[in-house]
């Protein structure tokens, strides 16, 4: 049976702009959007059809909130480095005392999957409260076959468990294990020649990511993982020029990645190839933020030159625990000067794209699936005016209301 979802307003997202219907009707079937519009066109629509009339009581309708760069499934917490950050250490200082990745490296090697899974939930949980409904995970705390496995098997059972899309990402080379010390060029090549393949055959995979960094991995070695990926057929994305310029973005372009991400020292040269490739730039302001980073992305180049803007919570153990994409949507704002409309293109249509979903979910438009949230409020604007709190709404998925 048909649904009909009236008396709203719908900011439909479509080419990254609010799109604003007032007095507006959206017409559902099974998953999927079947017509949008005003309400006062809607009954040429619902003639001769039986359907469900579902009032929704003023609400603002946008497109499901979309978190497309976490490290959402790991054990245990570094807030001792958070304290020793404060205390003038730097991220390269705790990382070479085995801090850092490795300390969560070393606890999610050790927990089970069942333990990995229960602490994930937890965390997703408040994220889906804000109205999330699609979100991307990475692997990346195992750093050998049996624990990137483990890690990647949650995140299918999360997909699984709860009412999200859910894409998971390989992110192997995040850092370079105890066992490969010194030897980074044969852990790349265990990467391609042994994990990745296992990976991919087991279906565990969507896409591939690497930490190009002076610390994790040299660009010669992330086009070896490209290739290896590419040849799978799968998609590619990067953390790029978080700390230093090293053309991984570019890097990124050249191989046509969903995404290059934090991109904070990222050149003009950098940005023409990611607009040239379309691949999206996401920003990641809660690490900024908690990294206490003086360097911003060229958030300015990036609109001169039309590339997409995503935002993401990049929720992870150390340098980004943030369970509020709104939150993320606000530092936005206030951080990197985009506007409210931006914000939410960024972990919306923009999001999608990232994750190589535009075509399913990102804006509310006819054939994709019905995923929005319906917020009372007095503008969509206000979704990222409100720092922390609640704001009242209703989350739909595929078409069906999720309850919490």
Not at 204 to 231: G, M, S, W
Not at 257 to 270: I, Q
Not at 334 to 341: A, G, M, Q, V
Request: with cysteine; charged share 20%; proline share 3%.
């Amino acid at each position: 049976m048909k649904k009909y979802w009236h008396n709203c307003h719908i900011a439909t997202m479509q080419n990254g702009r609010y799109s604003i219907i007032e007095n507006a009707g959206l017409i559902t079937e099974a998953e999927d959007i079947v017509w949008i519009g005003p309400a006062t066109d809607a009954e040429a629509q619902l003639n001769s059809t039986s359907f469900q009339s579902i009032d929704m009581n003023g609400a603002w309708l946008t497109p499901g909130l979309i978190d497309c760069h976490t490290h959402s499934v790991f054990a245990g917490n570094r807030s001792i480095e958070f304290e020793q950050r404060l205390q003038g250490m730097s991220y390269a200082d705790i990382a070479a005392q085995g801090g850092g990745i490795m300390s969560t490296v070393r606890a999610t090697r050790m927990a089970s999957e069942q333990e990995l899974l229960a602490e994930a939930e937890q965390r997703i949980e408040q994220l889906r409260l804000e109205g999330v409904t699609s979100i991307e995970i990475k692997s990346g705390y195992g750093l050998d076959y049996l624990s990137e496995r483990k890690m990647l098997r949650v995140i299918r059972q999360l997909a699984q468990k709860l009412p999200l899309t859910v894409k998971s990402t390989c992110l192997a080379a995040h850092a370079l294990p105890p066992e490969y010390t010194g030897r980074s060029d044969d852990y790349i090549d265990y990467i391609c020649i042994e994990m990745l393949p296992k990976l991919h055959e087991e279906q565990l995979v969507d896409a591939v990511d690497a930490f190009c960094e002076h610390l994790a991995f040299q660009p010669a070695q992330v086009e070896r993982l490209f290739r290896t990926a590419k040849a799978l057929g799968l998609n590619v994305k990067l953390h790029a020029e978080q700390l230093s310029s090293l053309g991984g973005s570019r890097l990124a372009a050249e191989y046509q990645a969903l995404s290059a991400d934090h991109l904070e020292y990222m050149t003009e040269d950098d940005v023409k190839a990611m607009a040239q490739s379309g691949t999206v730039a996401v920003l990641l302001p809660g690490a900024f933020y908690l990294l206490r980073e003086k360097q911003y992305p060229p958030i300015q180049s990036l609109q001169q030159h039309g590339v997409a803007i995503a935002l993401s919570t990049d929720l992870n153990p150390g340098t980004s625990p943030v369970l509020s994409l709104r939150l993320v949507m606000n530092m936005g704002c206030t951080l990197f000067s985009l506007t409210p409309e931006q914000a939410l293109a960024g972990v919306t249509l923009y999001a999608a794209r990232a994750l190589g979903l535009e075509a399913q979910c990102g804006s509310l438009e006819v054939g994709k699936k019905a995923d929005f949230v319906a917020w009372q409020i007095q503008h969509p604007a206000e979704i990222s005016y409100w720092l922390g709190g609640d704001l009242s709404k209703r989350v739909i998925r595929h078409g069906q209301e999720v309850h919490f």
